[in-house]
């Protein structure tokens, strides 16, 4: 199903014109990104740095688990989405592996915390079920893509607000991340419905389908929750400039929240009880215009279209 638009979060209006979903070959120079890219706001950078110690090898395994579902895709428009999602998924993939070699260059080495990421995706969420589990093969793929599209409800809202959020503009951060972010962040809310399509189309029927989709937020939700405390932790403990003299703490985060440097808490746990809804579709979630507008001035897009354009005959 192609995209429609959602303006203003949970409302709906009248798609735009349709349009291809395909990947842009972005680059960004981070020789001049400070390790904290928000000024005088440790807290706020690091606990979005986190999305780098989770996306490399979350969206490699959005691919793998997408490669397998290619051959069950019998409508069209399904699978051509679903290969243009996974050329998005996997530039956004290298996008971030080049940060954490930034941060490793700044001396905040990130190896320590991203191999429990890649036993993650890698082992408990491999091809074949963990720990010897006889789970049928068409069940297991069903579980994972349902995985995917709960994770994908999760970054659609957050591509949503990192596209509103003035604050992080007022808090004068550095050019080329606030970039990345919003470029990754259009990207998601371009594609947002395309994981819940795909587990529609392939997820079975009825009540066990629904059941599957329920499921795969229940393991989800709280897997994101837990990871997320911990990189944002990892990250502040181990930060060079703070030499050990700072921990991750509510209140902190609180504060960056208020001051519009991150999503609020209900902005994201609201997005739950309505992925859960029976008739949710995740068209109505962000807006694609919105999307799209920032694409087509996002400076390291334009540069991934200029030099696309100079390379076709």
Same mark, same amino acid.
């Given at each position: 199903?192609?995209?429609?638009?959602?303006?203003?979060?949970? *409302?709906?209006?009248?798609?735009?014109?349709?349009?291809?979903?395909?990947?842009?070959?972005?680059? %960004?120079?981070?020789?001049?990104?400070?390790?904290?890219?928000?000024?005088?706001?440790?807290? #706020?950078?690091?606990?979005?740095?986190?999305?780098?110690?989770?996306?490399?090898?979350?969206?490699?395994?959005? $691919?793998?688990?997408?490669?397998? #579902?290619?051959?069950?895709?019998?409508?069209?428009?399904?699978?051509?989405?679903? &290969?243009?999602?996974?050329?998005?998924?996997?530039?956004?993939?290298?996008?971030?592996?080049?940060?954490?070699?930034?941060? #490793?260059?700044?001396?905040?080495?990130?190896?320590? !915390?991203?191999?429990? $990421?890649?036993?993650? %995706?890698?082992?408990?969420?491999?091809?074949?079920?963990? !720990?010897?589990?006889?789970?049928?093969?068409?069940?297991?793929?069903?579980?994972?893509?349902?995985?995917?599209?709960?994770?994908?409800? !999760?970054?659609? $809202?957050?591509?949503?607000?990192?596209?509103?959020?003035? *604050?992080?503009?007022?808090?004068?951060?550095?050019?080329?991340?606030?970039?990345?972010?919003?470029?990754?962040?259009?990207?998601?809310?371009?594609?947002?419905?395309?994981? !819940?399509?795909?587990?529609?189309?392939?997820?079975?029927?009825?009540?066990?389908?629904?059941?599957?989709?329920?499921?795969?937020?229940?393991?989800?939700?709280?897997?994101? $929750?837990?990871?997320?405390?911990?990189?944002?932790?990892?990250?502040?403990?181990?930060?060079?400039?703070?030499?050990?003299?700072?921990?991750?703490?509510?209140?902190?985060?609180?504060?960056?929240?208020? &001051?519009?440097?991150?999503?609020?808490?209900?902005?994201?746990?609201?997005?739950?009880?309505?992925?859960?809804?029976?008739?949710?579709?995740?068209?109505?979630?962000?807006?694609?215009?919105?999307?799209?507008?920032?694409?087509?001035?996002?400076? #390291?897009?334009?540069?991934?279209?200029?030099?696309?354009?100079?390379?076709?005959?």
């Amino acid at each position: 199903m192609a995209q429609t638009d959602g303006e203003g979060g949970t *409302g709906g209006q009248p798609p735009p014109a349709r349009h291809v979903i395909a990947p842009r070959r972005v680059a %960004f120079d981070w020789e001049r990104t400070p390790l904290h890219w928000l000024p005088g706001e440790p807290t #706020a950078t690091h606990v979005i740095n986190v999305l780098h110690l989770l996306l490399p090898a979350g969206e490699r395994w959005f $691919v793998r688990v997408f490669r397998e #579902a290619l051959p069950l895709v019998r409508d069209e428009r399904t699978l051509r989405d679903t &290969k243009g999602f996974m050329g998005q998924e996997a530039t956004h993939s290298v996008q971030h592996a080049h940060v954490l070699d930034h941060l #490793a260059a700044q001396r905040l080495e990130t190896r320590e !915390f991203t191999r429990y $990421v890649d036993f993650l %995706f890698d082992r408990l969420l491999g091809e074949h079920p963990p !720990f010897g589990l006889r789970i049928p093969p068409r069940e297991w793929l069903r579980f994972r893509l349902s995985v995917v599209a709960a994770i994908e409800q !999760f970054t659609a $809202v957050l591509g949503d607000w990192v596209l509103r959020a003035d *604050g992080l503009d007022r808090a004068d951060p550095d050019a080329v991340m606030l970039d990345l972010l919003r470029w990754h962040g259009a990207e998601e809310v371009e594609h947002r419905a395309v994981a !819940f399509d795909l587990f529609q189309h392939c997820g079975g029927d009825g009540l066990p389908r629904y059941t599957r989709r329920v499921a795969g937020m229940a393991v989800t939700a709280p897997v994101i $929750v837990w990871l997320w405390a911990w990189g944002a932790s990892y990250l502040i403990r181990h930060d060079p400039l703070l030499d050990g003299r700072a921990r991750y703490s509510l209140r902190a985060h609180n504060r960056a929240v208020a &001051k519009g440097l991150l999503p609020g808490w209900r902005e994201l746990f609201s997005a739950i009880p309505r992925y859960l809804r029976p008739s949710y579709h995740p068209s109505r979630e962000g807006s694609t215009r919105r999307a799209l507008a920032y694409l087509a001035t996002s400076p #390291a897009a334009r540069a991934a279209a200029g030099a696309l354009a100079r390379a076709s005959p």
